[in-house]
């Protein structure tokens, strides 16, 4: 399968632990997005790289949550001290950003579902 | 502020019939829209964009700047077609970044 992957699929763990998701992107994609999506609601942004740089950050995203995209290739998400509303989906994306600009469609992948206790 | 309103959160039709999900916007500029669609036990897929002015599986959507709407319309709904369906708007200068509607799902009966 050459999609995007996400480990683990399914995290469950108790309120103060920390937590970590990794996303393998499709090979060549050089933009890395995530995404957090509760319960009846649509994904929402989160932060996104473009290569190993990180250009955004969500007002969402507390000092709690630290991603990482080291090579640029596969990134990292943790969550530190998590707590019952950290309970989501969390979806990673990626795409292939041309340099002469345009849009570019995202490939998501299965997402990882944490549960916080 | 930057919003993408789908007012609908359960859409049933019956095989055959005409399937609307409406989509509204709000967005200072030129937004690019889109429409995602996740089938049960599959991960969220592009179905069709804005730019592409393209009919994807039937679906068509049509922008209406003067009514910032983006709803997405097939003639004759088909039961492979229930799905959960996301709007979504990238702005010109956030190129890429996505901000989804809370969605609609789509249950077509025979």
């Known amino acids: 399968d050459t999609g995007v992957s996400q480990n683990p699929r399914h995290k469950i763990t108790k309120r103060g632990q920390n937590v970590t998701f990794r996303c393998d992107p499709i090979?060549?994609?050089?933009?890395l997005y995530w995404y957090r999506q509760t319960l009846g609601q649509g994904p929402e942004f989160l932060t996104y790289?473009?290569?190993?740089?990180?250009?955004?950050k969500s007002r969402l995203l507390s000092d709690r949550f630290s991603a990482e995209r080291p090579k640029g290739s596969f990134s990292t998400l943790e969550i530190q001290r998590t707590e019952q509303g950290d309970s989501a989906m969390y979806l990673c994306?990626?795409?292939?950003?041309?340099?002469?600009?345009?849009?570019?469609?995202?490939?998501f992948g299965p997402g990882t579902r944490l549960l916080v206790l | 502020a930057q919003r993408v309103t789908q007012p609908e959160k359960l859409l049933s039709v019956f095989k055959g019939a005409p399937v609307e999900l409406k989509c509204n916007y709000s967005?200072?500029?030129?937004?690019?829209l889109f429409w995602y669609v996740q089938y049960s036990r599959q991960r969220l897929q592009l179905l069709l964009r804005?730019?592409s002015r393209e009919s994807i599986k039937g679906f068509t959507a049509d922008l209406n700047k003067g009514e910032t709407s983006f709803h997405l319309k097939k003639p004759f709904a088909q039961e492979e077609d229930s799905a959960m369906y996301y709007c979504?708007?990238?702005?010109?200068?956030?190129?890429?970044?996505?901000?989804f509607g809370a969605g609609t799902q789509v249950v077509v009966t025979p």
């Open positions: 994306a990626s795409s292939l950003k041309r340099q002469r600009g345009g849009w570019e469609t995202q490939y």
């Open positions: 090979s060549e994609h050089n933009r």
């Open positions: 790289f473009q290569n190993e740089a990180q250009l955004e």
């Open positions: 967005y200072s500029g030129s937004p690019e």
């Open positions: 804005h730019i």
């Open positions: 979504a708007l990238s702005g010109r200068l956030s190129w890429g970044k996505l901000q």
